[in-house]
């Protein structure tokens, strides 16, 4: 049987998650659910993007994920079906955070929902699919997707240019410059770089947080495989003074 996966920026304090939760097992009450996180930042897409990419693929084949997170007022709930997952949500434009090449199937859900909670007809519909409904019965397949995109790399001959996706909450720099970009200037130079960051210069690969002292900035390719830039035990985001969608510029010497 599927799991379901449930990311939202409903935060802990009032009924809602718990709501939504309840028309799961209302259907089905065998099912799993996994929060992944209900801490999103209000209506903010890219932080829901960001959170849900790095974990997702983790999950098994055909897992269904809630991700309720709607940044304007556009009701259209789309179920993708990504990678042999399948993905609840609103048409925000979200899914071009999560997957730019549209390597993806859409069908937009029909079905009575409240338009107060629609939520809650996502947990249905997940709880259906989680059972063995076939996804193709339970709406029209649809072009009509909206789609942001984050701001992509940039290799040249002796630079990589990034961007900061999200800052989290210990106040790393999570970018999205990747392990096999960095590999690939740095085959064709000396072997020596610079990544300049807040006015600091960081010219060392580390391979844990440990293994700078307290308070030094380290620099590693975390377990996503993207250039990570933080603070052990403390918060480069407030240090050296950067924010999301800031550049990162790795100079190779």
Known sequence: MAIISFISDFGLSDHYVSSVKASILKYNQNLKIIDISHNINKYDISHAANVFKNVFEEFSDESIHIISVKH???????LFQLNGHFIITFNSGIIGLIESKENYNAI???????????????????????????????????????????KESSILKN??????????????????????????????NSGAFEINVGGEIINILSKAYKDVDTADIFALFNYNKVLEIGMNKGNASKLLGIREHASIKINFL
């Open 72 to 78: 304007d007022n556009n009701d259209d709930i789309i």
């Open 108 to 150: 937009l859900l029909e079905g009575n929902k409240n338009p107060t909670f629609p939520e809650k007809y996502m947990g249905e519909i997940a709880a259906k699919l989680a059972s063995g409904l076939n996804y193709t019965t339970l709406g029209n397949p649809t072009n009509n997707i909206r789609k942001f995109l984050n």
């Open 159 to 188: 630079q990589v240019i990034g961007y900061v996706l999200r800052i989290d909450d210990y106040g790393n720099l999570i970018t999205n410059i990747t392990l096999s970009d960095f590999n690939k200037v740095l085959s064709k």
